[in-house]
T-cell receptor
Framework: SQTIHQWPATLVQPVGSPLSLECTVE??????LYWYRQAAGRGLQLLFY??????ISSEVPQNLSASRPQDRQFILSSKKLLLSDSGFYLC????????????FGSGTRLTVV | AQSVTQLGSHVSVSEGALVLLRCNYS??????LFWYVQYPNQGLQLLLK??????LVKGINGFEAEFKKSETSFHLTKPSAHMSDAAEYFC?????????????FGKGITLSVRP
């Protein structure tokens, strides 16, 4: 069976510090991968998605970047965090093709102080 | 372009009462539609999905939703609310099932269940 792992579960970081959130998927190959952010009262916003190794599409210009160094690994990064980067970050994956749903990880709660 | 509108941010029902959470979508092509549930500080769990087969979709935990093209709606219902249904619910649309498929979410509705 397929599983998705996200870590860490919670993170408190000072303004200006770097960020690295990691997401890995097991039990599948060549998935589509996604990073979403959930800010309080604002629903879920798609940040980045990837259809393959090294292929990253950015949906919202901002202080964050994403990378996909391996087929089932998706990393969200920042060189210098802003207060506005606080939120709940969710990774998701999906098989390519019709009729497949999106499966989400358990999320990372990031608080920038 | 695709979008989802979830009317209202909070719905409160009594235990045993009907649950109705509304969702309207906008899509330039036939959409795929989803409902997700989120419990506090957890990820999203898929309740059900519409993928152009039957218009009445049954999901987990007794929830179902009906796709109505003429109304561009995909409302979520449950005949009898349970205390454990209290959570946040998100409707989402995907208009592209190919390599560039992505989900667009509504802002979510918080469901409270009164004893």
């Amino acid at each position: 069976s397929q599983t998705i792992h996200q870590w860490p579960a919670t993170l408190v970081q000072p303004v200006g510090s770097p960020l690295s959130l990691e997401c890995t998927v097991e039990g599948t190959s060549n998935p589509n991968l996604y990073w979403y952010r959930q800010a309080a009262g604002r629903g879920l916003q798609l940040l980045f998605y990837s259809v393959g190794i090294g292929q990253i599409s950015s949906e919202v210009p901002q202080n964050l970047s994403a990378s996909r160094p391996q087929d089932r690994q998706f990393i969200l990064s920042s060189k210098k965090l802003l207060l506005s980067d606080s939120g709940f970050y969710l990774c998701a994956w999906r098989k390519k093709g019709p009729n497949y749903g999106y499966t989400f990880g358990s999320g990372t709660r990031l608080t920038v102080v | 372009a695709q979008s989802v509108t979830q009317l209202g941010s909070h719905v409160s029902v009594s235990e045993g009462a009907l649950v109705l959470l509304r969702c309207n979508y906008s899509s330039s092509v036939p959409p795929y539609l989803f409902w997700y549930v989120q419990y506090p500080n957890q990820g999203l769990q898929l309740l059900l999905k519409y993928t152009s087969a039957a218009t009445l979709v049954k999901g987990i935990n007794g929830f179902e939703a009906e796709f109505k093209k003429s109304e561009t709606s995909f409302h979520l219902t449950k005949p009898s609310a349970h205390m454990s249904d209290a959570a946040e619910y998100f409707c989402a649309v995907s208009s592209d099932t190919g390599a560039n498929s992505k989900l667009t979410f509504g802002k979510g509705i918080t469901l409270s269940v009164r004893p």
